[in-house]
């Protein structure tokens, strides 16, 4: 997670890419690591608790949304069509003993993704995916 999460912040802060387009490998493991794991972290804290309510989905999506969805002014916008950065992010979600505490687990933190509608890595072979092609 610590890896992932500073790329994921460090893009984030430095606006790299183009809006609404996949960045790279190492433009998103830039921006997690400037972000820095406790911003990466706190960002997914309010989906760890889960969806009490309308208002706590809400909270959750919007967080994904702003970190790493892809129109998001983020460094880290589009990070999650990011294949490996998806791959790093659910190894470092499984790692999370805080996370397990909660049940959250990076099949959840799948179904949060589709639940909130936000674009990521999907295996084309099993769904298509709502990431714009790179």
């Known amino acids: ?10 893009c984030a802060l430095m606006s790299c890419g183009v809006l609404g387009a996949v960045p ?3 433009e998103c493991a830039t ?3 400037a972000m820095g794991d406790e911003a990466v972290r706190g960002a997914l804290t309010p989906c760890a608790f ?7 989905e809400s909270l959750c999506c919007q967080t994904i949304d702003s970190l790493l ?3 998001s002014a983020s460094a880290a916008a589009g990070c999650l069509c990011v294949e490996d950065v998806l791959i790093e ?11 397990a505490s ?18 990521h890595y999907i295996n084309p072979d099993v769904a298509e995916s ?4 790179e």
Not at 89 to 99: F, G, H, S, V, Y
Not at 102 to 119: I, K, P, Q, R, W
């Open 31 to 33: 921006a997690l690591e």
């Open 130 to 133: 709502m990431c714009p092609s």
């Open 1 to 10: 997670m610590k890896g992932i999460t500073f790329f994921l912040i460090a």
């Open 69 to 71: 969805g892809m129109e």
């Open 24 to 26: 790279s490998v190492e």
């Open 50 to 56: 889960g969806f009490k309510d309308l208002q706590s």
């Open 89 to 99: 992010l659910k190894a470092a979600i499984d790692e999370n003993q805080i996370a």
């Open 102 to 119: 909660l049940g959250f687990d990076s099949s959840v933190f799948m179904e949060t993704l589709a639940t909130c509608g936000a674009a």
